[in-house]
């Protein structure tokens, strides 16, 4: 299979820059699978399409001010981080802009201010150019990284990240700290419209996979089944477990809200050979799952989610739950009306 069938051609105008002020607003492509038919609607008509009895997945990740921005000790240089992920204690692996400058031994200092300085040494080389890192700072590390740094936005999002992203690029629902990028298809829900799903008789259930750097690079390769994902951690506690399969045994639907949702409930299925149907597992772990057509979905039933980039994994999960080909043509649809594309984009419903 090859990366380039997952091609589209995506003015640069319809990049969402800036989300809307009211996140319930965006549009809502809604696509039938049996039917294959479509619908232009608005994201709060969501509701339209949730029975009783259903499951809503989301993911509660929150996204970190990942980013930082400081001066290499003894020089001045202007050093750019973004942090990737956690690996121990203080120690993260980290991208670094411009790499040539910072050798293990390195310091960078993001803020000098008594009682709030925040600095790193340069460990070691990590994988893909990054470096491995580890932080010094007065009191408790979030507490500095909340004054210090930027919220992450993706690189497709040409401008600085201001004050207002703090809040706009996390969902109304985010409560455990770890992503550096948000899980995106959660940001059109407010809290009344969750309330009004509840309303109609359906649960939500909670699950966390923290969202990594991964999700914004590129395939690299011409052949889709020689990618290989990176590992992304996640958490599934009994208590969603136990809202996800109560919805399944009971006939109702499992509506995952996000590839990250979805990329996690498929990690954790598993055959209950008395049921004879897949279950989810509660548990800890990391995945690096990577779905793409031919996968048979065991647990996810229908999907909310944005709209992707060309050629990303992302378009190779959603074609895996619909047909590729129906898909690109939703696509091109999508830019044809106009839509609002990736992360403060318009929203897509499969099911």
Same mark, same amino acid.
């Given at each position: 299979?090859?990366?380039?069938?997952?091609?589209?051609?995506?003015?640069?105008?319809?990049?969402?820059?800036?989300?809307?002020?009211?996140?319930?607003?965006?549009?809502?492509?809604?696509?039938?699978?049996?039917?294959?038919?479509?619908?232009?609607?608005?994201?709060?008509?969501?509701?339209?399409?949730?029975?009783?009895?259903?499951? !809503?997945?989301?993911?509660? @990740?929150?996204?970190?001010?990942?980013?930082?921005?400081?001066?290499?000790?003894?020089?001045?240089?202007?050093?750019?981080? !973004?942090?990737?992920?956690?690996? @121990?204690?203080?120690?993260?692996?980290?991208?670094?802009?411009?790499?040539?400058?910072?050798?293990?031994?390195?310091?960078?200092?993001? @803020?000098?201010?008594?009682?709030?300085? !925040?600095?790193?040494?340069?460990?070691?080389?990590?994988?893909?150019?990054?470096?491995?890192?580890?932080?010094?700072?007065?009191?408790?590390?979030?507490?500095?990284?909340?004054?210090?740094?930027?919220?992450?936005?993706?690189?497709?999002?040409?401008?600085?990240?201001?004050?207002?992203?703090?809040?706009?690029?996390?969902?109304?629902?985010?409560?455990?700290?770890?992503?550096?990028?948000?899980?995106?298809?959660?940001?059109?829900?407010?809290?009344?419209?969750?309330?009004?799903?509840?309303?109609?008789?359906?649960?939500?259930?909670?699950?966390?996979?923290?969202?990594?750097?991964?999700?914004?690079?590129?395939?690299?390769?011409?052949?889709?089944?020689?990618?290989?994902?990176?590992?992304?951690?996640?958490?599934?506690?009994?208590?969603?477990?136990?809202?996800?399969?109560?919805?399944?045994?009971?006939?109702?639907?499992?509506?995952?809200?996000?590839?990250?949702?979805?990329?996690?409930?498929?990690?954790?299925?598993? !055959?209950?050979?008395? *049921?004879? *149907?897949?279950?989810?597992?509660?548990?800890?772990?990391?995945?690096?799952?990577?779905?793409?057509?031919?996968?048979?979905? *065991?647990?996810?039933?229908?999907?909310?989610?944005?709209?992707?980039?060309? *050629? @990303?994994?992302?378009?190779?999960?959603?074609?895996?739950?619909?047909?590729?080909?129906?898909?690109?043509?939703?696509?091109?649809?999508?830019?044809?009306?106009?839509?609002?594309?990736?992360?403060?984009?318009?929203?897509?419903?499969?099911?």
């Amino acid at each position: 299979m090859r990366v380039e069938d997952f091609d589209y051609e995506l003015p640069e105008e319809l990049i969402a820059q800036q989300p809307l002020k009211d996140r319930e607003s965006c549009r809502l492509m809604v696509l039938d699978r049996e039917k294959k038919n479509m619908e232009h609607r608005i994201f709060r008509d969501i509701l339209d399409y949730i029975n009783h009895g259903d499951v !809503l997945v989301v993911n509660d @990740s929150k996204v970190i001010p990942a980013r930082l921005y400081g001066e290499k000790e003894g020089t001045g240089a202007k050093i750019e981080f !973004l942090l990737i992920k956690r690996i @121990s204690g203080d120690k993260w692996e980290t991208m670094v802009r411009p790499g040539r400058r910072l050798k293990p031994g390195d310091r960078v200092v993001f @803020s000098t201010e008594e009682g709030k300085r !925040l600095s790193a040494e340069i460990l070691e080389y990590g994988e893909d150019g990054t470096r491995i890192v580890e932080f010094a700072y007065d009191g408790i590390f979030m507490e500095r990284l909340e004054e210090a740094g930027t919220m992450p936005l993706p690189p497709y999002i040409e401008r600085e990240a201001t004050e207002e992203d703090r809040e706009d690029y996390q969902t109304v629902y985010a409560r455990i700290d770890g992503s550096v990028a948000a899980p995106t298809a959660g940001l059109h829900f407010t809290e009344e419209l969750l309330e009004q799903v509840k309303e109609k008789g359906a649960e939500i259930a909670y699950l966390t996979l923290h969202v990594g750097i991964g999700t914004f690079r590129p395939v690299k390769v011409d052949v889709v089944e020689e990618h290989h994902m990176h590992f992304e951690e996640y958490e599934v506690s009994e208590e969603a477990a136990a809202t996800i399969n109560r919805a399944i045994k009971n006939g109702g639907r499992v509506i995952s809200v996000g590839t990250t949702s979805t990329r996690t409930l498929e990690s954790v299925a598993t !055959l209950d050979e008395d *049921k004879g *149907k897949y279950m989810v597992k509660a548990g800890d772990g990391a995945t690096d799952i990577f779905i793409y057509p031919g996968y048979q979905f *065991k647990i996810v039933d229908a999907l909310i989610t944005n709209f992707h980039l060309p *050629k @990303s994994t992302l378009v190779m999960l959603i074609s895996a739950l619909a047909d590729r080909e129906y898909i690109l043509n939703a696509y091109r649809e999508a830019v044809k009306e106009k839509y609002r594309f990736f992360s403060y984009g318009d929203a897509m419903l499969i099911y």
